[in-house]
C-alpha cells in the first residue's frame, strides 16, 4: 500500500509520498515513489506513483527509452518533446497503459497479482502556469481543479477528512505543507502499511523561485512535534465541545 498527495494552490504546488512497500506481513521495506522525469531550465516534471511497482518502474523505462512514433511524430516520442503538461500527462497514461498491459499478458490470465497502477503527474513549462493530473491505469487522466485542489492515489481515506476541512486553493503555500503531513501522519496511525520516510517537494507559483525537495525521515522534529501537537489539538478540541445533552438522561 501506499499514500501520495498533490495539492494545486494559488501560490504553487506540493507532492508528498511515502516510501513504504509490502509484500506481505513479515516483507516491509522501503522505495522512493516521489519520481523527478524531468528538471531543466525550461521545464519540472514530477511523478508520484501507487500500485505494482513492476508497471510503474516498466512505464518510467519506456518513457526514458522514447514510445513509438505516431502520425504526429518522425520517431520515438519523449517528454522532453512535449510542448506542454497535458501533453505530457497524456505520453505518460499512454506509457502507464502499455506497460500494464505487457505486463498482464505474460503473466497470463490466471495470475493471482494486481496489475493496476496509476500516478499523480505535476510540474510546469516555463511561463505556463503550474499543473497538477491524476493518471489513471487505463492511461487516461483528469486535471486537478481551484474547487477541489487536492488530489490522492493509494490509501487515501485516512487523510481526506482534513483536506477536505482545511485545504483550499487560497491556502498558503506553508499551511498547505503542513495540512498536509497532517493528513499523512493521520494516514500512518490508522494504516501501518504506509510509513517514513516521506518525499516532499514544493513548486512556487512564481517560477523564479527554486524548486525545493525534503525527504522526511523518522528522526525528523518538524514532522514529530507536527505529530505530538496534532493529537494534543484534537484532544483539547473534543474536550471543549459541549457533552451530548441527551446523555444526561441516560444516567
Known sequence: M?????????????MIADTRTNAGVDNISSYKKLHIL????????????????????????????????DDDSDGPRFLSDMPNMHRAAGLVGEA???????????????????FSGSMILGGRFK???????????EGNF????????????GETKYGKPILDRALEYETPLDDAVKTGLVSFDSTMRSNLSVGRPLDLAILPADDSKPVHFRRIEETDDYFNMLSSKWAFALAEAR?????????????
Do not use: W
Open 2 to 14: 501506499t499514500y501520495c498527495l498533490g495539492m494545486l494552490l494559488k501560490d504553487g504546488l506540493v
Open 38 to 69: 524531468e528538471q531543466s531550465d525550461d521545464r519540472t516534471i514530477i511523478a508520484c506513483t501507487a500500485g505494482n511497482l513492476s508497471v510503474t518502474q516498466s512505464a518510467f523505462a519506456l518513457l526514458k527509452e522514447g514510445l513509438e512514433e
Open 96 to 114: 502507464l497503459h502499455i506497460a500494464r498491459d505487457a505486463i498482464k499478458d505474460t503473466a497470463g490470465e490466471d495470475s493471482q497479482y494486481s
Open 127 to 137: 511561463g505556463r502556469p503550474l499543473r497538477l493530473f491524476h493518471v489513471y491505469k
Open 142 to 153: 483528469i486535471s486537478c481543479q481551484p474547487d477541489r485542489p487536492f488530489m490522492q492515489i
Open 239 to 251: 474536550a471543549a465541545i459541549p457533552m451530548p445533552p441527551f446523555m444526561e438522561s441516560a444516567d
